[in-house]
């Protein structure tokens, strides 16, 4: 993957960090600024629907996060699956992944082009990384933020699932994978199993959880428990938890904390409660503050990547690199 050196992972990656400035500044919402442009999401592909029918939707996406500051940002294919694909009539699924890590890449290669013509002698340092979402996200029923796939889904039907797209997006041109919205150990174990296959040897990642409570991922199980599986695959080289309220994410790094000592990341949503049956997002209930008020404890308390998941935008971006630049100096 685009990132390997002859660095172990975890050396590589930290230098990658340390070249940021001592954090790094992951993106925000895709499918709200798909929206915002037009796309009809309404779908059981959910954004990965812009793959077929408005890529340039997706680049232009990607570079507006570029412009507010991300050092990494994620391809649309979170709910892009070859099984999904194929239900809806899609035979190009395998292109598809491939399309998905190709339009960051691009749009990559669109801003340091930009930058160096106008004159700017620094480039930020920009990983891709090729979102895999959990089984659920195929779903398209909201059971990844439940965790409860049946007792008919076990281990071993995970790893089938999932094998073949981790394939293809390791050899895409990423830099990373990132294993988004995991909601239970169960596929967690699955995922760390994968990449601890001979094929796999190359391949970087980071496990980021999901979480309702502030204490458990959304399955019930423990966020330690969940974590520690991560912390116990070489291939991983970051732990963390994305689309889960802000309030929540001090205590969870906390907790994140006292099993691993890989760099720590989070990516909250904005605040809202996703209703996976009306495919709605409501008010959230508790005492949410302004997203960016919680950044610098997130970060003093030891996350080192920071950015937004669902209803973030590039403004909440450039508010997250504004804040954390001014703090640095």
Not at 216 to 225: C, M, P, Q, R
Not at 245 to 264: A, D, H, M, N, Q
């Amino acid at each position: 993957m685009g990132l390997i050196s002859d660095e172990l992972p975890s050396t590589s990656f930290a230098n990658f960090i340390r070249n940021c400035g001592g954090w790094a500044i992951i993106d925000g919402g895709l499918a709200t600024e798909l929206e915002k442009r037009g796309a009809d999401l309404n779908d059981p592909l959910w954004s990965a629907k812009c793959l077929v029918e408005s890529p340039e939707l997706i680049t232009s996406v990607h570079l507006d996060y570029l412009e507010a500051g991300a050092n990494i940002i994620i391809s649309a294919s979170y709910q892009a699956t070859l099984q999904g694909f194929e239900e809806q009539g899609i035979s190009e699924g395998e292109s598809l992944l491939r399309k998905s890590v190709k339009l960051a890449c691009d749009a990559r290669d669109v801003y340091y082009d930009k930058r160096a013509s106008s004159g700017s002698l620094k480039l930020q340092p920009v990983l891709v990384a090729a979102s895999i979402g959990s089984y659920g996200a195929y779903l398209a029923d909201g059971s990844e933020y439940r965790g409860d796939y049946g007792d008919g889904i076990g281990l071993n039907d995970l790893k089938e699932f999932h094998r073949r797209r981790v394939q293809i997006l390791a050899d895409s041109g990423a830099d990373l994978i990132a294993f988004e919205t995991i909601p239970n150990k169960l596929e967690a174990e699955a995922y760390a199993e994968l990449l601890n296959e001979e094929e796999m040897k190359d391949v970087l990642a980071w496990f980021s959880f999901t979480s309702g409570d502030g204490v458990n991922v959304v399955s019930g199980e423990s966020i330690e428990e969940c974590a520690s599986v991560a912390d116990s695959c070489d291939r991983v080289v970051g732990i963390g938890i994305n689309c889960a309220p802000p309030r929540f994410v001090e205590g969870l790094i906390r907790s994140i904390k006292t099993v691993t000592k890989k760099p720590i990341l989070v990516y909250p949503n904005s605040g809202e409660t996703y209703n996976g049956q009306t495919k709605q997002w409501m008010e959230s209930t508790g005492d949410d503050l302004d997203f960016v008020s919680y950044v610098e404890k997130w970060h003093e308390v030891g996350a080192t990547m920071i950015g937004g998941c669902c209803r973030t935008t590039p403004t909440t971006i450039r508010a997250i690199s504004k804040l954390l630049s001014s703090s640095q100096n």
